[in-house]
């Protein structure tokens, strides 16, 4: 399973910008997928998942309200749209997956699969 992350880039605070993530898998309806966020210095930091067992979204706290993932089965791709950004979200975002249901989203021990990392920059 290869994921392909794009779409990071420097941003003025308030700003959105929309990240994606391709997955190179068969069947991408029957993944879990995630996305986490390191800063430098911080350990990765869970941000938003979709949950494959009744497709609930899950946000970490300070991302409720902004941040939004979605994913397009047909294209075998996740979004996550950032809304309202904020100095403090400046880190490497990660998309994650699993070929199977999550017990908790939020942990990053929970996926087998991991993007490469896209870059997001937001400026005060």
């Known amino acids: 399973v290869q994921l392909q992350a794009s779409g990071g880039g420097l941003v003025q605070a308030g700003g959105s910008l929309r990240l994606s993530c391709v997955a190179s898998?068969?069947?991408?309806?029957?993944?879990?997928m995630a996305w986490f966020r390191q800063a430098p210095g911080k350990e990765r930091e869970f941000v938003a998942a979709?949950?494959?067992?009744?497709?609930?979204?899950y946000y970490a706290g300070s991302m409720k309200g902004r941040f939004t993932i979605s994913r397009d089965n047909d294209k075998n791709t996740i979004y996550l749209q950032m809304d309202s950004l904020e100095p403090e979200d400046t880190a490497v975002y990660y998309c994650?997956?699993?070929?199977?249901?999550?017990?908790?989203?939020?942990?990053?021990?929970?996926?087998?699969?991991w993007g490469q990392g896209t870059q997001v920059t937001v400026s005060s």
């Open positions: 994650a997956a699993r070929s199977a249901v999550v017990a908790v989203p939020s942990r990053p021990s929970e996926y087998d699969h």
């Open positions: 979709l949950r494959l067992s009744d497709g609930n979204q």
């Open positions: 898998v068969r069947t991408f309806s029957r993944y879990s």
